[in-house]
């Protein structure tokens, strides 16, 4: 007679750390993919021997998730091009959110990870800062 198999050990709870990996990818991508083509595209309208009027302050689109919207609100900036110019504001901002929305907590009994990523502007120049509790 065979003795009966032993029980596995009981391995405990399993705690998933870190953040949500789909939306972090997902958050990356979409923004990567708005912010490149902000870039891409005025510098291919704004290149050289440009004659639009709305190239001289094109460096305002160049601020990450708000530039686009400032961009669009520019007076001579064209209609079309600003209808553009939200599309890819709006890639941005959604790539952003689903990034930090990566680190929030799954509501089990560890504290939720919070991340913001913060538009900045000064007069040097404009950029973006993550503030975040991990």
């Known amino acids: 007679m065979t003795p009966p198999p032993v029980p596995a ?8 750390g870190g953040p ?18 902000t870039i891409g595209i005025n510098f291919g309208v704004c290149g ?7 190239c001289d302050s094109k460096g305002l689109s160049f601020v990450p998730v708000v530039g686009p919207f400032l ?13 553009l110019a939200v599309t890819l504001g709006l ?7 689903l990034f930090g929305l990566s680190f929030a907590g799954s509501g089990g009994d560890t504290p939720a990870k919070t991340a913001y990523v913060l ?4 007069r040097d120049g404009a950029g973006a ?3 975040g509790r991990f």
Do not use: I, M
């Open 20 to 37: 949500n990996s789909g939306l972090l990818t997902g958050g990356l991508a979409l923004f990567a993919v708005g912010y490149g083509a």
């Open 129 to 131: 800062t993550v503030v």
């Open 48 to 54: 050289a021997g440009a004659t639009w009027d709305g």
């Open 119 to 122: 538009p900045t502007v000064s």
């Open 71 to 83: 961009f669009a609100g520019v007076e001579n900036t064209e209609a079309s091009y600003r209808v």
């Open 91 to 97: 890639t941005q901002a959604a790539g952003a959110l």
């Open 9 to 16: 050990a009981d391995q405990g709870a399993k705690q998933s």
